[in-house]
Every structure is written in C-alpha cells, then in structure tokens.
C-alpha cells in the first residue's frame, strides 16, 4: 500500500489517499507491528487503531463497517463527497497500481468498483478447486454480458465484488444504506444493496489483489471456510458441483426483458403490454400485478428483487446443481456461438430459452 503507482510507474503523492488498519480482538502483536510501522514511514498516511468489541459484535461486519465509516466520515467531512472508499483484507497484497486503476474506474461514471481476488500460487487441491470455480464464474460472467449487457460494465469483466477488493463512492455508500452489520457475507449483502439502487457498479479486471489460500479463516461463512469445504470433498473423491448452466442462463434472459420493459417505461410512460404479459405468464405471476410494481418501482434493481421473491414460475426455488466440468464446457459452448446455442432443443425437445423468444 505504501509503494502505489499511476499507470506509468510513477509513485502517488502522499495525500492521493491514506490507509486506515483496524485490529480488532487480537491476542498477538499485530496493532505493535501497524503502529511501528506507521512511525517508521511517517510521510506514508497510515492511520492504525485497535479495538476490543464484544462477543457478538466481534465479526467482519462491524469491522469492515467501523473502517468504512470512518473512511467516509474522513471524506466527507474534508467536502470531498466524492471521495472513495476502497476496501482489502488482512491477509490480502493489492497490486501495486491498485488505488489509481479504482479511481481511472470512478473517474470513467461508475459508482462502485469490483477487482479481481487472485490466489497465491501454494500447493494443494483447494486451489484446484478454487481455479475451476472461478472460470466458471467468468465464463458465467462473460455469457451474463451477452444475454443482458450493462454499458458500464462491458467485458471483460468478472463476477467479484468482495471484501478483499472493492471500492465505492462516499455518495453511493451513502446511498445504498452503508455497509450491512452482519456476521459474514456483509460484501455480498452490501452488493446486492448496491444493485438494488442501480448503482453503475465495474468489475474490472485492472484492480488486482493476491489473496492467500489459508483454510484457518475467523468467519463462518467465506473464502477459507469454502476452501476447506473442497479439500473435504476432494478428500472423499466427490464431484465439484455448481448451479446448473440452462437455468441461470433462462434468468438472465428474462432479466434482460424485464429491464428492458422498466426501460422503456421509465423513458415514454408507456408499457408494451404484449411483453410485459408474456412475462408474466412464464413467471405464473398476475400481469396487473407485474405492472403495478414496475411502476411504482423507482430503480429496476429494487423492481428485479421483488419479481425474485414473489415468482412461482423459473426464478422460484433453488437453482439444480450439475458437475462443475460439464458447466465449464457447456458456457464455452454458448460462448463461442450464442446465437445458437442459447435456443438449441434440449433432450426433451424443448428450446433452452424458448419462454424468452418471442414468436
């Protein structure tokens, strides 16, 4: 963090950002080790604090929440409203132009920033199983950008947005309710809240970060618990499963017309009721209740979750898991010729995506 650079090299100024440490609960030398440091490098902006909460409150959400707090506390307060938080682990290296590639993101519209989480090159079967995991969330990503393409973030992209590594502006922060105060999975709760209010959020594939694979982690629920969660099931010879290709790509397609009916509402007023029914009867959900909540829906984000929870046709219900390499090879299909693979006929017969193509 001390060494960033621009894009040619050059280092930052001293007061292009600074970088506050929160220890929290420790029972080693750890908050020693970040004041040393801080006193060593005293032209570096580190700010370091220790904290002891107590046993209920002593999880990453209140943490990353106090940190992040603090940094818009910072920003805003100096009047810099559009100032940017940016967030990464403990046990987390960002790439040494990590700061300038968040903001070039910012500065080109985009309200939030997403990078990518790399894993350090260490022996094992975790990370086998981690590397097949993550292409196929890329290809995923990738075949996401096809069916329902974002102009602010086109491909490539990715699909993270974790604590690790992302960014956002002190506006949107504001915005989508701040940083939800829950025992795990706060980075994924606070995208979904993101999502929610449209925030123009980039998953870029410039804003790097190593990350290690230690399977020791302190949360319930995240990447070291997940890592130990495959090297069990390597260890018993099981099959690397993932949720199943045709159905999230039906999904998307019909996120893709729903947004595109909210879009064209917002836009004219007016409602193409054609689509909008057909819609509704492959969600088996009531067409004058559709239209009233997309109406009444100020962001399609905010509209899209409340179709999620209310739908009993294709979006009801958890998603079938199928094995990880026949998904892999599946979207590289897909991939490679959309245009045709997307409405090939499955074994019963039937178009993958029929209920999305109109006749």
Known sequence: MRKQTDVNGQQLPPDAYEVLVLVNNSTDESFQIAAKYAQDFPEFSLSVGSILLPEDQAHIGTVRRLLMDEAYNRLTQAGNVNGIIASTDGDTIVDSQWVSHIIAEIKRGNDAVGGRILTQKEKGNARLYHLRDVTYRCLLAQAECLIDPLIHNPYPCHFQYFGANMAVTCKMYEQAGKLPVIPFLEDVAFHKALMSVDARVRNSVHVKVHTSTRTDGRVQVGFSEQLKKWQQEEKTHQTQMVEDVTALLRRFSLRNLLR????????????????????????????????????????????????????????????????????????????????????????AGRSLLEHYAKA
């Open 260 to 347: 595109k009916c909210w879009s064209g509402y917002q836009e004219s007023r007016i409602i193409d009721q054609d689509e909008l029914d057909h819609v509704a009867s492959v969600l088996q959900l009531n067409s004058g209740w559709l239209e009233a909540a997309m109406i009444e829906s100020t962001y399609f984000g905010s509209f899209w979750n409340l179709v999620q929870r209310s739908a009993s046709g294709d979006l009801s219900g958890d998603v079938a898991l199928q094995p990880v390499d026949h998904a892999i090879k599946q979207l590289r299909q897909f991939i490679k010729k959309p245009d045709i693979t997307a409405f090939q006929k499955s074994p």
